[in-house]
């Protein structure tokens, strides 16, 4: 049962990663400004996410 829960976790972080991703990079640099995120530093924030997640 430790297993599955390993995957579960990890499939949870890979979609939070992905969600992140995707929709931080469908903002535009004027809305990225505004939330302090650089258009480089997408991949960055979506890890961290999904290290929270």
């Known amino acids: ?3 599955w829960g390993l995957v579960a976790k990890q499939i949870r972080r890979w979609q939070a990663y992905r969600r992140t991703l ?3 990079s469908q903002l535009d640099d004027r ?3 505004d939330i302090n995120v650089a258009r480089g530093e997408i991949t960055s924030v ?6 929270a997640a």
Not at 46 to 51: E, F, H, M, P, T
């Open 46 to 51: 979506a890890r961290r996410a999904a290290a």
């Open 1 to 3: 049962m430790l297993l």
């Open 22 to 24: 995707v929709e931080l």
């Open 31 to 33: 809305t990225l400004a």
